[in-house]
């Protein structure tokens, strides 16, 4: 079974631009979450999906989006770039919602993200 | 949000050493989770806890789920250079809750 794909891999953009990510969940998968991973702050929760609806949503500005489509698959958007919003950025899958009992998460290998 | 609280911070450990972290919440869980990062790299789960007192093992991994739900706890037995790298504990709620991760470096 293939696991959670992530892309790019690695991006560079510079200040005030946007970015879209991709991520493709586990197959059968229909929960994506995101997360923002810095040094200082760890893991960050930014939004989770469930059969295309925003189930959760983190404390972050509303410069961070994202949608999930009809295939589970979702994309996170960030526009107009900050320095601080370098980092890597991981999505998870998962079976189920957050809130099943016996749920687990499967994480991707990460988007670099890098603001100049 | 909520965060786990996990300790030791960091741990330097000669090879063939075993080590023990542990992650605590001021909520009860019903699920526990470890993962090992390995730098620049996505967590990988290791171990997956479903039931208070249930104790779990993956190799030389070895993971328990807390009597009182609020805590859990992950041994590596004879460490080897490879165990390097950041391990945290998780655990769901209205969202995933990680912990502040356990920096482990092995040396050889």
């Known amino acids: 079974k293939a696991g959670v794909t992530q892309t790019p891999r690695y991006l560079i953009k510079t200040r005030g631009q946007q970015v879209t990510l991709s991520c493709s969940p586990i197959?059968?998968?229909?929960?994506v979450s995101w997360y923002q991973q810095t040094p200082g702050q760890g893991l960050q929760f930014l939004f989770e999906?469930?059969?295309?609806?925003?189930?959760n949503k983190g404390n972050f500005p509303g410069r961070f989006s994202g949608r999930q489509f009809s295939n589970s698959r979702s994309e996170m958007n960030v526009s107009t770039l900050e320095l601080g919003d370098s980092a890597l950025y991981l999505c998870?899958?998962?079976?189920?919602?957050?809130?099943?009992?016996?749920?687990?998460?499967?994480f991707g290998e990460g988007s670099w993200l890098t603001v100049v | 949000g909520q965060q786990l609280n996990q300790s030791p911070q960091s741990m330097f450990i000669q090879e063939g050493e075993d080590v023990s972290m542990n992650c605590t919440s001021s909520?009860?869980?019903?699920?526990w989770l470890w993962y090992k990062q390995d730098p620049g790299e996505g967590p990988v789960l290791l171990i997956a806890?479903?039931?208070?007192?249930e104790l779990t093992s993956n190799g030389r991994l070895t993971a328990q789920f807390g009597i009182t739900r609020k805590d859990s706890f992950l041994n590596i037995s004879a460490s080897i250079p490879s165990d390097v790298g950041i391990y945290f504990c998780?655990?769901?709620?209205?969202?995933?809750?990680f912990g502040t991760g356990t920096s482990l470096t092995v040396i050889p």
């Open positions: 197959s059968g998968h229909r929960s």
């Open positions: 999906y469930f059969s295309e609806t925003q189930r």
């Open positions: 998870a899958s998962s079976p189920g919602q957050y809130m099943s009992s016996g749920n687990t998460i499967y």
């Open positions: 909520s009860i869980f019903n699920t």
């Open positions: 998780a655990g769901p709620g209205n969202q995933f809750y």
């Open positions: 806890l479903y039931k208070a007192g």
